[in-house]
């Protein structure tokens, strides 16, 4: 996996006609884990989107080098009509990747969904489909993971196997932003908190 790194220079972003955050500077590189925290309306999912290339900056710069990234945002991103495997398959099809089998079986074994991998997502529970969700992030090739509230419908058990997906990523050289009110209780990580 090739090394990502991020460089934001005093960036300002607007929402709904408010700018909810201005002059932020911060870098990152591979295997670091940044949580952005901060109240509802504090500009986290703003900042996802305009790091993601979803939204606009209002000022300042962001500068990617050699990331390929992969998102999450606070809907989950999957076809209903599809299996969790098929959904996985699919995203990495479009991603233009070969998908790999072992890979994702890795990944829906991570997320404890491998009896759920060829049912069809919309009979899925909305703890089932966010895990399904975040195996398709963990079954692609991305150095890069943008995760808007990753611990969205996730009981304690899910939540421990994000955690430990989230550090085996890193530990590869990743590197993960995520907006959470959940503490992401992983060595190393740093918190960047909004609205304050």
Do not use: Y
């Amino acid at each position: 996996m090739a090394t990502a790194s991020l460089e934001v220079t005093d960036l300002a972003c607007r929402r709904g006609g408010r700018r909810v955050f201005e002059r932020l500077s911060f870098a990152l590189g591979g295997g670091a884990l940044l949580a952005l925290t901060g109240p509802n309306g504090s500009g986290k999912t703003t900042l996802l989107r305009a790091l993601a290339g979803l939204g606009r900056a209002e000022a300042g710069t962001i500068a990617w080098r050699d990331a390929d990234i992969a998102w999450l945002g606070h809907l989950d991103g999957l076809k209903g009509d599809l299996t969790v495997f098929e959904n996985i398959d699919v995203a990495e099809r479009l991603r233009g990747a070969a998908p790999e089998r072992a890979r994702i079986d890795g990944a829906l074994a991570s997320f404890d969904l491998t009896a759920l991998a060829a049912r069809p997502v919309r009979t899925l529970s909305a703890g089932q489909r966010r895990r399904a969700a975040l195996a398709r992030v963990a079954a692609s090739r991305a150095n890069a993971w943008l995760l808007d509230e990753p611990f969205n419908a996730l009981d304690a058990a899910s939540q421990e196997s994000l955690r430990t997906v989230l550090a085996r990523h890193l530990g590869e050289g990743g590197l993960a932003i995520a907006a959470t009110h959940v503490p992401l209780d992983i060595a190393g990580g740093r918190t960047l908190e909004l609205g304050t």
